[in-house]
């Protein structure tokens, strides 16, 4: 069956450090992977979605990359801030579907 | 736009009660899912509409659980009868096509 795989433990990281988030999928060839942060209590927010045929997309301080041969997309944070402490869920999407299944789930805490 | 609104916020209610969600999508979108969330299983997908008609419905745990999309503005998600493992935060949430979903804040339900 499908399954996506994010960090469950919590990332600490020093302000002004850059985060990097790891989504690992199997069983999926998706053609879409998004990405969305999540704030206590609050719906998800989206950030970025990148396509099967793009490395790389850059939006301000986010970088995401997918990288489909390793399965897999990274989520970075560049000088991060204590704004940025959420959690971040990818979410690939199933190919010939509008379904999206969303990943646990990564807390990001940024120290300050 | 007010964005994909739905109610109500909280709702406690006791075992074997009927319980019935809303959800208002932005207007235009094509789209509409259910998600339910909790700690253990994180976001998970129960059906969703493309036009106003379910398209998968796959995710919806058991019989108790349905769902309707009587036109293009407005979704009911009813759970009859009500048991305590679905409290849960259920999430609507709205798209155009494969793009990014625009959530609401969320029902957040405690099954006594």
């Known amino acids: 069956s499908q399954k996506i795989e994010q960090n469950s433990e919590a990332l600490n990281i020093q302000e002004g450090k850059t985060a990097t988030l790891t989504c690992n999928y199997t069983?999926?060839?998706?053609?879409?992977l998004q990405w969305y942060r999540q704030d206590p209590g609050r719906g998800p927010v989206f950030l970025l979605l990148?396509?099967?045929?793009?490395k790389e997309k850059r939006k301000e301080r986010l970088k995401v990359t997918f990288d489909t041969t390793l399965k897999q997309s990274l989520f970075h944070i560049t000088a991060s801030q204590p704004a940025d402490s959420a959690t971040y869920l990818c979410?690939?999407?199933?190919?010939?579907?509008?379904?999206?299944?969303f990943g646990t789930g990564t807390r990001l805490k940024v120290l300050a | 736009d007010a964005g994909v609104i739905q109610s109500p916020r909280h709702e406690v209610t006791e075992m074997g009660q009927e319980v019935t969600l809303r959800c208002k999508p932005i207007?235009?979108?094509?789209?509409l899912f259910w998600y339910r969330q909790t700690m253990m299983r994180g976001l998970e997908l129960l059906i969703y509409?493309?036009?106003?008609?379910?398209?998968?419905d796959s995710g919806m745990p058991e019989d108790r659980f349905s769902a309707k999309m009587p036109n293009a503005s407005f979704s009911t998600l009813k759970i009859q009868p009500s048991e305590p493992r679905d409290s849960a935060v259920y999430f609507c949430?709205?798209?155009?096509?494969?793009?990014?979903?625009?959530f609401g804040e969320g029902s957040r339900l405690t099954v006594l």
């Open positions: 069983n999926y060839s998706p053609a879409y």
């Open positions: 509409f493309n036009n106003n008609v379910p398209i998968d």
């Open positions: 979410a690939p999407l199933v190919s010939g579907t509008y379904k999206y299944i």
């Open positions: 949430a709205s798209s155009l096509a494969a793009g990014e979903l625009f």
């Open positions: 207007s235009g979108h094509n789209s």
């Open positions: 990148i396509r099967e045929n793009e």
